[in-house]
């Protein structure tokens, strides 16, 4: 995977049609609802799809036993890794830090960096997050990870093939100028909605309405899809209570992860055992490449069973940083011969 395309996909016909309010109507695979439409949009008014994201992810099954504890399940986990070179890739808010209704103060405890710190001197590891990088960088702050914001249209590697000098890699260039327009055009139409708050983050832009009365949720996604009429370039998915404006194009968190493995020199190997660690919903898209690959394995971050392609589950940012120490120790122990789960 030397070249990476980005194609714009074919348009999806509308499946179904949702009624928001009487006399008014939204193709389901309208800018309101994620493109291609998915089955929970499907009859849903957009309050009730809404409220549906925060307890479905949108993939296989929703229950533990399908999920179990990645440690409860750690001895399982290692026995894989027997032979392997384990590539770590890391969501950020829900998995590394939590969720807060201010996603400016969404920071990481100084114990979390020291975690990842650790990880990193053992394994490659990559933080994969819907921010900017720039702004997930200067909440991680460690130079020597590799980064994708924008749902991975922005990648930045410490050291690459060439001169061991950081390498980019953007696919959705082109599109800067229309998202910096796009946010402006959307943080002014959403102004006068109490609690909502739009994130410019340079490859793609998040309305967050997590601190929104649900009575005001309608009129939201409204405003938004008032505004992306005008830009037919632009599709719209969802995570945990954001809206997700992103270039239409062949690429997401799976694609990233493909393209830091090739990066990595690994994209062909049989001895790499990825690890993709998330909260949200685009993080599926990881989940499934992994899955498609019978390759390594996803870890869904919930506190209640969701549909997912991930393989286990950890149920908040405790729990990943538990993991992150046990995954050390046992590294180093079995470098000295005495491996211990």
């Not at 994130?199 to 832009?205: A, G, H, K």
Request: include cysteine; hydrophobic fraction near 40%.
């Amino acid at each position: 995977m030397t070249k990476q395309s980005a194609v714009v996909p074919e348009a999806v016909a509308p499946e179904a049609v949702v009624v928001t309010q009487p006399g008014a109507t939204v193709p389901a695979s309208s800018p309101v609802f994620p493109y291609p439409p998915l089955k929970a949009a499907v009859g849903l008014p957009i309050k009730k799809f809404l409220q549906k994201q925060e307890i479905s992810s949108g993939g296989r099954v929703s229950s533990w036993d399908e999920h179990p504890s990645a440690l409860g399940m750690f001895e399982e986990i290692v026995s894989l890794s027997k032979g392997k070179k384990i590539v770590m890739f890391l969501d950020y808010d829900g998995t590394l830090s939590p969720i807060v209704d201010d996603p400016d103060r969404a920071y990481m405890s100084k114990a979390m960096r020291a975690a990842v710190r650790d990880v990193a001197k053992l394994f490659p590891t990559a933080i994969v997050s819907g921010r900017c990088r720039d702004k997930v960088y200067s909440f991680v702050r460690l130079a020597e990870l590799y980064y994708a914001g924008s749902h991975g249209m922005d990648i930045k590697c410490p050291k690459f093939n060439k001169g061991n000098k950081p390498a980019l890699f953007q696919p959705a260039s082109e599109f800067l100028p229309m998202i910096d327009v796009v946010s402006k055009l959307l943080a002014e139409k959403t102004r006068a909605i109490r609690g909502s708050r739009v994130e410019n983050n340079r490859f793609c832009v998040s309305v967050h309405f997590r601190c929104v009365d649900e009575k005001r949720w309608v009129e939201l996604a409204m405003q938004v899809r008032s505004v992306l009429h005008d830009f037919p370039k632009l599709r719209l998915t969802h995570g945990r209570k954001v809206l997700e404006i992103r270039p239409s194009i062949e690429w997401d968190k799976g694609k990233a992860l493909e393209f830091l493995l090739e990066s990595l020199g690994l994209s062909d190997s049989n001895d790499v055992l990825p690890v993709y660690i998330g909260d949200d919903r685009t993080d599926e898209d990881a989940f499934k490449v992994l899955r498609e690959r019978g390759q390594g394995f996803g870890i869904l971050v919930s506190k209640v069973p969701k549909e997912s392609h991930a393989t286990y589950s950890l149920q908040e940012p405790s729990e990943v940083m538990d993991f992150l120490h046990r995954l050390v120790e046992w590294k180093r122990l079995s470098g000295k011969g005495h491996p211990r789960v």
